[in-house]
T-cell receptor, first 116, second 115 residues
Framework: GAVVSQHPSWVICKSGTSVKIECRSL??????MFWYRQFPKQSLMLMATSNEGSKATYEQGVEKDKFLINHASLTLSTLTVTSAHPEDSSFYICSAKDRELRVEQFFGPGTRLTVL | AQSVTQPDIHITVSEGASLELRCNYS??????LFWYVQSPGQGLQLLLK??????LVQGIKGFEAEFKRSQSSFNLRKPSVHWSDAAEYFCAVGSYNTNAGKSTFGDGTTLTVKP
């Protein structure tokens, strides 16, 4: 149980285009999902906290207009990178909290974004 | 504010040797502590967690960790390392705040296993 999927697993796009990444909890309801960004050889950087049915809470320094997060259901959150640029290239990981468990997060496999 | 320190950026051990990865945390109350492993290009896999109770926690793949409140530590151990254990290891401390439940991650320790 407690499986989180991400789609796509990797994506290459041209500079200026937008890319949507999906995060799904497959076998549990996730009231909260988190979006992380990870640069090579570095730790996870929390970008935003997404609660079902409400606006995401962004961490300091993260542009909310660039990284649009939608958490429309208890099993799906999406991250849209708008007008992507090469510096947005990174590994994006989502995690989800089971509504029955207060602290533990379950992580998706990540999405590798490359912007040309 | 909560924080996690993993003092060792990179550790190399021989296959079959024992392993200890260090983790120190800073948190105002009883922490929720986690160890994750990440293989290249993959997401994070939970190795073990500590919420309360027995301070010696057993995890998957033969790993264990001991919570020591007096030292603010949660070190990860394995008695005999396998080549497949080579990966990145992250220690994390969780918040019991039900409005967020965010976790704070350490910078990670890269484990290399020599044949």
């Amino acid at each position: 149980g407690a499986v989180v999927s991400q789609h796509p697993s990797w994506v290459i796009c041209k500079s200026g285009t937008s890319v949507k990444i999906e995060c799904r909890s497959l076998d549990f309801q996730a009231t909260t999902m988190f979006w992380y960004r990870q640069f090579p050889k570095q730790s996870l950087m929390l970008m935003a906290t997404s609660n079902e049915g409400s606006k995401a809470t962004y961490e300091q320094g993260v542009e909310k207009d660039k990284f649009l997060i939608n958490h429309a259901s208890l099993t799906l959150s999406t991250l849209t990178v708008t007008s992507a640029h090469p510096e947005d290239s990174s590994f994006y990981i989502c995690s989800a909290k089971d509504r029955e468990l207060r602290v533990e997060q379950f992580f998706g496999p990540g999405t590798r974004l490359t912007v040309l | 504010a909560q924080s996690v320190t993993q003092p060792d950026i990179h550790i190399t051990v021989s296959e079959g040797a024992s392993l200890e990865l260090r983790c120190n945390y800073s948190y105002g109350a009883t922490p929720y502590l986690f160890w994750y492993v990440q293989s290249p290009g993959q997401g994070l896999q939970l190795l073990l967690k500590y919420f309360s109770g027995d301070t010696l926690v057993q995890g998957i793949k033969g790993f264990e960790a001991e919570f020591k409140r007096s030292q603010s530590s949660f070190n990860l151990r394995k008695p005999s390392v396998h080549w497949s254990d080579a990966a990145e290891y992250f220690c994390a401390v969780g918040s019991y705040n039900t409005n967020a439940g965010k976790s704070t991650f350490g910078d990670g320790t890269t484990l290399t296993v020599k044949p």
